[in-house]
C-alpha cells in the first residue's frame, strides 16, 4: 500500500537534545497530521496542519507544512524520556475519501 | 468523554475463521474509518464510513467488509483469515466528512492473531 517517505527509521539520543523527523511524498496533501503511538496503543495526534507553510507548536513540538504541500517534519526540543515511542507523519487528500497515508515511523528512544 | 473504543482488546482465530471487530466512535462523530497496521509498517487505510454510507475503500480484498449502524458504531468483517492479516486493527473517528479541519481520533486498536 501506499506510504510516505518518513526519516529517519529511528534516533537515539540523551535527555535534553533536540529531535527533528521528516516526511516526504511524490503526491500533494491538503492535510498533515503527526501521530505518536505507544506500545499496545493507538496513535495520538499530536499536531494537525491545514494550510501550506503553516508553523504550529504544541509544547515542546512543532512542526510545518510544507510549501510544496509534499512534505511536513516534526522537531521536539529538550527532550524527556516520556517522548520514547514511534511518531508518525500522515497526509491526508480531502474529495472522495478522505483515507489518511501515513509513513512508516520513527522510533525514538530517549537514553536518561 | 469517552474517546474512540475498540472490542475485543485480543483475538486469536486459526486460518479459514471469519472474525468481527467492533468499534464505537467518539459521542457526536459520524464517520468512522478502519486501518489495518502490521508490525513495523504505518496503518493502511481499508474502509470508510460516513452516514451509514461507505465513502472509500483501500486495496484490500473483498474478503473484508465493514458496515455503520445508526448510532454510528461499525463493524468490520474478516472471512477466510489468512495468516498475513495477522494485525493491529485500528479504529478512527472524525466529526464530519471533507472538512478542511476535520481530524481522525484512533482507538487502542484490537490485536488480532491468525494461527
Known amino acids: 500500500g501506499q506510504q510516505l517517505n518518513q526519516s529517519p527509521q529511528s534516533m537515539f539520543i540523551q535527555e535534553g537534545e533536540d529531535v527533528s523527523m521528516n516526511c516526504t511524498s511524490s503526491s500533494i496533501f491538503n492535510t498533515w497530521l503527526w501521530y505518536k503511538q505507544e506500545p499496545g496503543e493507538g496513535p495520538v495526534l499530536l499536531i494537525a496542519?491545514?494550510?501550506?507553510?503553516e508553523l504550529t507548536s504544541n509544547g515542546r513540538l512543532t512542526a510545518q507544512f510544507g510549501i510544496t504541500r509534499k512534505d511536513s517534519f516534526l522537531n521536539i526540543s529538550a527532550s524527556i524520556p516520556s517522548d520514547v515511542g514511534i511518531y508518525f507523519c500522515?497526509?491526508?487528500?480531502?474529495?472522495?475519501?478522505?483515507?489518511?497515508?501515513f509513513g512508516k515511523g520513527t522510533k525514538l528512544t530517549v537514553n536518561p | 468523554d469517552a474517546g474512540v473504543t475498540q472490542s475485543p482488546t485480543h483475538l486469536i482465530k486459526t486460518r479459514g475463521q471469519h472474525v468481527t471487530l467492533r468499534c464505537s466512535p467518539i459521542s457526536g462523530h459520524k464517520s468512522v474509518s478502519w486501518y489495518q497496521q502490521v508490525l513495523g509498517q504505518g496503518p493502511q487505510f481499508i474502509f470508510q464510513y460516513y452516514e451509514k454510507e461507505e465513502r472509500g475503500r483501500g486495496n484490500f480484498p473483498d474478503r473484508f467488509s465493514a458496515r455503520q449502524f445508526p448510532n454510528y458504531s461499525s463493524e468490520l468483517n474478516v472471512n477466510a483469515l489468512l495468516l498475513g492479516d495477522s494485525a493491529l486493527y485500528l479504529c478512527?473517528?472524525?466529526?464530519?466528512?471533507?472538512?478542511?479541519?476535520?481530524?481522525?481520533?484512533f482507538g487502542p486498536g484490537t490485536r488480532l492473531t491468525v494461527l
Open positions: 500522515a497526509g491526508q487528500l480531502l474529495g472522495g475519501s478522505e483515507k489518511l497515508v
Open positions: 478512527a473517528s472524525s466529526s464530519h466528512f471533507s472538512t478542511s479541519t476535520d481530524t481522525q481520533y
Open positions: 496542519l491545514y494550510k501550506a507553510g
